[in-house]
Structure formats: structure tokens, C-alpha cells
């Protein structure tokens, strides 16, 4: 009996031993999910002693994570608001650290079967106020505008709200849902619908090209217009830490930020951001 329990206890031992040394928790935006964890999957693979735990909920819910102290990374497709680096700092006595981490293009999904190939900032805002309710006001055809958007938690949601609308509220309207790719698929099952969300997502749908005034040229959320400065709703993707990054973690955002980590962006949709 004392031999089989010494024997368990190796082994026990040894799956320890064995085991990641190292855990990384990162929480937060859903337009970064799909990046966040291809990131994770490919440093694992070449780092077995590191376990990289990756969850979305939306920017807010990442911030919040971070604020409470209950996640190592928060990814955030938005800037941190002054409130919320205040109650960092009361709960830690820092206000954070910010790592721009990639670009995207704030993107507008259309059906395929929408003729309306693109839209000023302009006529953008009014539709999501709800001003304009017909795709015949924009150069479609005659029908009902169907509006989709995120949740209030959503980092994306802020900022089209505070860059597109100004800081006006969304339309009643407008059907909230809890994921950016919800939001597409929404899109792609209703002929009249229009949606917004990151470049990467877009699977089945089209882009509206966007125009910052009514005679100026339309982009779309290309790379080349990224880079450019030409596609006027670019932002940056961010990750957020406590402190200063040290040891495993300082290891792991320091790869995200290589040539090898950044390649990982571009070829999920996403821009690098250098």
C-alpha cells in the first residue's frame, strides 16, 4: 500500500513538474479575440511552460478585469477613459500601461445584395441616429434601413459612438448585438441590413466604402489605405497592463510586438502596427 501511494505521489509530482510554469490571463475586447488567441496558440506552442488563457466579454469587461485585478491583460479596441485609469490607480496606485498592439478598420457591413457601395461619415451618422431610415436616401433602393451595432460594453461601440456620431445617441432602432461576429451574420441573412464592426470579421459580406465629406473620395479598410491614413475610421487595438510589464509577460508582449507577432496580424485581417 505505502509503495502505490509513494508511486502516486511521483506522480503527482511529476505532472507538476511537467505542467505550465507560467500563466498569462488576457480578458477583453471581441474585435481582438480572434487575434488574441492566435497569438497565444502560436507563443505556446514555441514557450510549453507558459499557459496563455485568453477570454472576450468586450472592452469594457476587460477594463474592468484589470481594474479588479482579476486578469494580467486587458485587450481593448478603445483608449482607456480618464475615469477608468483613476480607479486603477486608487485600487494600485498606477495608472496603467498602454500598448498599442495592431490597427484595424472600423468597418461598415453591407449585403452583397445591397447596391449602395459607399457612404460619407456623414450620412453614416444619420443613419445610426436614425435621420435617415431608408436606403433610397443614400442612393439604394426602396426599403427599410435595418440597423445593427454592439452592446454598450463593447470598446467598439464607444468608438463609433464618440468618432462617427459625435457623441449622439444610437437610434432606438438599432438591434444590439453581443458579438462582432453576430453582427455579420446579421448582416449577411438580411438584404437591407447595415452593421459595423473590425475589418477581420468580415466573412460573407461587403464593405461600404467610406468618404469623410460628400465630395471627397471613398476607401475602403484596405491595408495600403490603413496605412495611409486615407480610410477615415482607423484605430488602434490595444493591450492594457497593471505595470510595467516584467518577466514572462514582459517576454510574451515583446513577441506580439516582433516582426513574427506582428506577420500574425496581417494575416488574420488585422494591421501591424509597424
Do not use: H
Not at 480578458?27 to 479575440?33: A, E, F, L, P, R
Not at 442612393?139 to 452592446?151: D, F, L, P, S, T
Not at 437591407?192 to 464593405?207: L, P, T
Amino acid at each position: 500500500m505505502k509503495k502505490v501511494i509513494i508511486t502516486l505521489l511521483f506522480g503527482l509530482l511529476a505532472i507538476c513538474i511537467a505542467g505550465p510554469k507560467n500563466t498569462i490571463t488576457v480578458k477583453g475586447s471581441d474585435t481582438m479575440v480572434i487575434l488574441a488567441q492566435r497569438w497565444a496558440e502560436i507563443y505556446m506552442s514555441k514557450n510549453p511552460d507558459t499557459n496563455i488563457q485568453v477570454t472576450g466579454g468586450g472592452s469594457g469587461v476587460g477594463i474592468s478585469a484589470l481594474i479588479n485585478g482579476t486578469t494580467d491583460i486587458c485587450n481593448s479596441s478603445r483608449p482607456m477613459k480618464n475615469s477608468e485609469r483613476e480607479k486603477l490607480k486608487q485600487r494600485f496606485n498606477t495608472l496603467g500601461v498602454e500598448i498599442k498592439t495592431a490597427k484595424d478598420g472600423l468597418s461598415l457591413y453591407l449585403n452583397d445584395a445591397n447596391p449602395v457601395q459607399e457612404l460619407s461619415l456623414e450620412q453614416l451618422k444619420k443613419i445610426y441616429i436614425g435621420e435617415l431610415t431608408n436606403w433610397k436616401q443614400v442612393g439604394g433602393k426602396n426599403a427599410k434601413i435595418i440597423v445593427y451595432g454592439r452592446e454598450n460594453n463593447s470598446g467598439t461601440y464607444v468608438y463609433f459612438k464618440d468618432n462617427v456620431l459625435d457623441g449622439a445617441d444610437y437610434t432606438a432602432s438599432m438591434q444590439s448585438l453581443p458579438g462582432t461576429a453576430a453582427v455579420v451574420n446579421a448582416v449577411v441573412r438580411d438584404a437591407n441590413a447595415i452593421g459595423f464592426g473590425g475589418a477581420a470579421y468580415a466573412k460573407g459580406v461587403k464593405f461600404a466604402k467610406i468618404k469623410k465629406q460628400a465630395a471627397s473620395p471613398a476607401y475602403e479598410p484596405s491595408e495600403d489605405n490603413i496605412k495611409t491614413g486615407n480610410y477615415p475610421i482607423t484605430r488602434f487595438l490595444y493591450m492594457y497592463t497593471r505595470s510595467k510589464p516584467t518577466g514572462e509577460l514582459k517576454k510574451y508582449i515583446d513577441w506580439i510586438l516582433s516582426a513574427e507577432g506582428q506577420s500574425i496580424v496581417a494575416k488574420l485581417g488585422y494591421f501591424p502596427v509597424r
